[in-house]
């Protein structure tokens, strides 16, 4: 939208000039436009139709003013007003507009009611990228690390950590307006699903170890273990293979390129408060749908749970991004959807085993009714959990 102001001198009879490309921008279809005096503002709207005083205008642009209205805001010959125009629609006022950080009256947008000129907006965006550049830049080191100590698997929270820094990592790119198909996007993506398969065997069986020790069914839980030992061996050795090929040198080049270029154009025209309300639209969409299903601890009950969660880690990554590369506070809301996030995770992670152990059980020998049992009490645990859930 084009934004005109410029500072204008009313004339012995009582008339400013309208300069021509406010006249252009008004799209007068007569000669004449069309004036409200707003006494609270103390300023004069105007536009070229709508209700209020018909003014003419003449081949040199000239408008006269009221006396009525030249009384009412105190305006006499030689006044010098302000001009200021955005679309088709304007202001004369007397103050004229100025830059609320420099003072300057050139260049003027009007954000949130505020005027800014477009020098100042420069300068502030260009440190606004200077900090997401800067906590993006540490989150991908910190991700590249990991996922050069995932693939030696000395430690099980390697893995895990890659996946979570990655996840966080894509999440915010996402945010910001990278497109799902963009290849960074789409490496983050590759790299989380092979290190989520492995990730899922470790939960898997740090969690059966520990029903291991204090459950009677200890031998049978010691045999999925087993099983799952296995397969984790088959998934580490693609994630061995493959990762070192997404997450390589030209991954880091692409993210260079993306941190020096696309960055500073996405932040820019990034609405932060219109992104972050459309992700939480969705969120609230997700509970509605939920709160819709009747059986809650059917397979699409707890699906929609899932959908409930995602979207909040989601949230909750963003707004935690937000609180450091922003001077709005998002805590409140970073602390809100982490306790969706972690409310929900045991129901999760519960609905994964009782379709681990179900598939688990066609591949080991077992002749008791043990598994049915186990996985009784699985059930029973989740429907407990299920009942608790306050959305
Ligand atoms: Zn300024």
């Not at 390697?158 to 497109?179: E, S, Y």
Request: aromatic share 8%; net charge positive.
């Amino acid at each position: 939208m084009k934004i005109i102001s410029a500072t204008r001198i009313i004339d012995d009879m009582g008339r400013v000039v309208f300069p021509n490309n406010a006249r252009k921008a008004l799209n007068l279809e007569e000669d004449y436009l069309i004036m409200r005096i707003d006494n609270k503002k103390h300023l004069i709207n105007f536009s070229s139709s709508g209700r209020g005083k018909k003014v003419p205008i003449d081949e040199s642009g000239r408008i006269p003013i009221s006396p009525e209205y030249m009384n009412k805001l105190g305006w006499e010959t030689g006044t010098e007003i302000g001009l200021f125009m955005q679309g088709e629609e304007g202001v004369l006022q007397g103050n004229a507009p100025s830059c609320v950080i420099c003072g300057s009256n050139q260049a003027l947008l009007l954000i949130k009611k505020t005027h800014v000129c477009e020098d100042c907006i420069h300068t502030g965006t260009e440190a606004s990228v200077e900090r997401w550049s800067a906590v993006l830049g540490d989150l991908f080191q910190e991700y590249k690390e990991y996922c050069e100590k995932a693939v030696t698997f000395t430690n099980t929270e390697d893995v895990h950590k890659a996946r979570t820094k990655g996840r966080r990592l894509r999440t915010l790119i996402h945010f910001i307006g990278i497109k799902k198909d963009h290849p960074l996007y789409k490496c983050l993506k590759e790299a989380h699903d092979v290190l989520g398969k492995v990730r899922e065997n470790d939960v898997f069986i740090e969690a059966f170890d520990k029903e291991a020790e204090n459950n009677k069914y200890s031998e049978l839980y010691s045999k999925f273990i087993q099983k799952v030992e296995e397969e984790r061996e088959e998934h580490r050795n693609e994630l061995k293979q493959k990762l070192p090929h997404i997450i390589d040198d030209e991954f880091s080049v692409r993210w260079t390129t993306f941190s020096q270029d696309e960055l500073k154009d996405s932040v820019v025209k990034l609405d932060i408060d219109t992104a972050l309300k459309q992700y939480e639209k969705k969120f609230d969409e997700r509970v509605f749908k939920y709160k819709e299903i009747k059986d809650k601890k059917s397979d699409k009950g707890l699906d929609a749970l899932h959908s409930v969660r995602k979207q909040a880690k989601k949230l909750r990554y963003i707004c935690s991004f937000l609180n450091e590369v922003q001077s709005i506070d998002y805590t409140r809301k970073s602390k809100q959807y982490k306790k969706v996030q972690k409310d929900y995770g045991d129901i999760i992670d519960l609905r994964d085993w009782i379709h681990e152990t179900r598939s688990l059980s066609e591949n080991i020998q077992d002749d008791s009714d043990d598994v049915k049992k186990v996985r009784k009490q699985l059930n029973q645990r989740l429907k407990k959990l299920v009942k608790q859930v306050e959305l």
